[in-house]
């Protein structure tokens, strides 16, 4: 925990919160607060804030939280994952990792090689979810906490994207696709002639994830009709859960590069 990250309802009139569970347990044996120690913390999704610890028992800790506005804010995440629904084990794996790679939002969605099953897991609930993915915002150091839709079908949620980004790819394990920032770059500058072949950092990112395997035929012509920019890491197959964090890793990297790597200005493909 590189942050205490709480929501503006769990504290009363005087700003104390009292913690129990995991956050607690982390206050009293990991970090070993006594009453009068300060806490980085923060506003789920509002602002950076203090944490003055009061009590410190065996089963709760209870915090004082106050604005803390001369704490700059991290930069806005603006990547985005549409990621084809996992099998439960492997979602509980990813969801705390996507908000330290900056994410915004997910979407997690049916796929022709998902499971119908999958969709009764009790982690889609957002009472068991939402603590998971406080949990990475947690560790990331920041309070942004992701958005997430869930949406059995894959063809409705691409016609219910935003128009916003700066590009949008697609995730396949193929030999043809290099995993290059000139990919990204070009789409970028499809999308937005503006730029002179420059991608629009301003502007979101999307990427789509699919199932070990990848995305059906069908799916990938589908996708390739909204726009998106075929991606791969190559042709070995990875899980799930390590497909994404490398992909979101190297799509961030990528999406940042522009501004650092004059190689990567490219012009769109024609």
Known sequence: MNRLVIW????????????????????????????????????????????????????????????????????????DVLLALPRPRFLERILPQLPPLGVRNIYLCGADRVEKSFFGSQLLKRENYLPVLVEGVEQSGGVHVPGLRVERNLRRLLGDLPQDYACKLLAHPETEVAPTPSHVIASGAKQHPSTGG??????????????????????????????????????????????SVAILAVAGWMANAPQTMPFCHISPPP
């Open 198 to 243: 420059k991608l629009n950092v301003a502007a979101p990112l999307l990427v789509a994830i699919g199932c070990e395997g990848g995305w059906t035929e069908r799916e990938r012509a589908w996708m390739d009709e909204a726009g998106f920019a075929r991606f791969s890491l190559g042709e070995r197959i990875l899980r799930t859960d390590t497909a």
């Open 8 to 79: 503006r309802e769990e504290c009363d009139a005087q700003g104390q919160v009292t913690l129990t569970g995991r956050r607690a347990e982390h206050i009293r044996t990991i970090l070993k607060c006594t009453p009068g120690d300060t806490l980085r913390a923060g506003f789920a999704n509002e602002c950076m804030a203090v944490g003055t610890v009061l009590e410190v028992g065996m089963e709760t800790c209870v915090v004082n939280v106050r604005e803390a506005p001369d704490e700059p804010m991290p930069p806005p995440p603006r990547m």
